[in-house]
């Protein structure tokens, strides 16, 4: 499957991978709700490092929608409050 | 719900809605393609901000490091002539400065990042642009607009997601330049009102002044102990050419014999003077 880090760009990430990033992803949501900052940070970072490390960049030229899209480095909680609520925060 | 998925969710979601205004499936791809050369044209004005503003931060720090290194100076002239007090002066708005210095190098790596970011989110989407145009020129020449419509959905939410995606950059981009624009403004006006001068040198470069002043009778000093030298051989004749005319001249002379002599220079003033003063 394709995941789309925002501000890098998107990467092929095995199928097989998909639960361990869940996992991680179910620790940033629960940062999220607890509104913990301080915990968000290095949780995004890990999952940001992950996917970069089993992914391989999609080629530039691909017209193809990721199935998952993550806030990219140095993404606050704010940001990805922003996100959640798309109002009007994503161009387009 | 996981964050990643309705991120991307949020995403699809305003695709779709672009997407259902749309009537004929194939405008669609000529009105994409120039809304895409827009953002890329945004995106690469954005890069050039960003750039401008980085190197007036840039120019803005080189300033500030000459003002910095001419107090350094100013107090190790200060030290060099016993003003420990002069030399303090000049540190302690050293010190200032630095703090200045080190704030504006945190902008000048901020915006560097941007730069660097936004230079890749160009080249990205200008990649998919180009692929769009190759699609979107396929499609009408192939398919009826029936048929298109499938493709033409899958071309564009791919390329409507990288332009989300660098609409965010730019936005994030110009957020940052619009704050440091802000501080470099606010800098430039202190620079201009002479106030960073003040800073660095007090309102007449006093530092400087009390330095040269100190300079200047250091010479007078010089000068009245050569004229008092002359004054004092005044009975002498005047008959040496060098000028100079005081007591040197024979410590000159000595040399010079012994350099006659042949023997190495180094060598030769230790043994010298102890000879010439047993005989």
């Known amino acids: ?92 | 719900m996981s964050v990643m998925k309705r991120v991307s969710m949020m995403f699809r979601a305003k695709t779709n809605k672009v997407l259902d205004r749309m009537e004929d499936p194939r405008e669609t791809l000529d009105y994409s393609y120039q809304t895409q050369l827009e953002l890329l044209q945004k995106v690469r004005r954005g890069v050039a901000d960003v750039a401008t503003s980085r190197k007036r931060v840039e120019l803005q720090m080189n300033q500030l490091q000459q003002s910095s290194d001419k107090l350094d100076r100013q107090a190790r002239d200060a030290l060099s002539v016993g003003r420990e007090d002069l030399a303090r002066d000049a540190l302690t708005r050293k010190s200032g400065l630095q703090s200045q210095l080190s704030e504006l190098n945190t902008q000048y790596t901020t915006l560097q990042g941007e730069e660097e970011r936004l230079t890749g989110a160009s080249q990205r989407l200008q990649a998919k642009v180009e692929s769009f145009r190759t699609k979107k020129e396929t499609i009408k020449a192939t398919y009826t607009a029936a048929e298109a419509q499938t493709r033409i959905n899958e071309a564009f939410t791919g390329i409507s997601e990288e332009m989300g995606d660098v609409g965010l950059a730019i936005q994030r981009a110009e957020d940052k330049t619009e704050q440091m624009k802000a501080r470099a403004g606010a800098l430039d006006e202190l620079m201009a009102s002479g106030a960073i001068d003040d800073m660095v040198s007090g309102p007449r470069d006093d530092i400087q002044l009390e330095l040269d002043r100190m300079g200047a009778s250091h010479d007078v000093d010089a000068e009245l102990a050569r004229m008092k030298g002359e004054l004092a051989q005044g009975s002498a004749p005047r008959q040496i050419e060098s000028g100079d005319g005081a007591a040197p001249g024979t410590a000159a002379a000595r040399e010079a014999r012994a350099g006659e002599d042949g023997q190495a220079t180094q060598a030769a003033p230790p043994a010298q003077p102890q000879a010439g003063d047993g005989t």
């Open chain 1, 1 to 92: 499957m394709i995941v789309r880090i925002l501000g890098e760009g998107q990467l092929h990430v095995d199928d097989s991978a998909v639960r361990e990033l869940n996992e991680l992803d179910a620790k940033l949501e629960a940062t999220v709700d607890r509104n913990d900052e301080s915990s968000f940070r290095p949780v995004l970072d890990e999952l940001l490092a992950r996917v970069r490390a089993i992914g391989r960049p999609v080629e530039p030229g691909a017209l193809e929608p990721s199935e998952l899209i993550l806030p990219g480095e140095g993404a606050t909680m704010e940001d990805v409050r922003k996100l959640l609520a798309g109002d009007g925060l994503i161009p387009g």
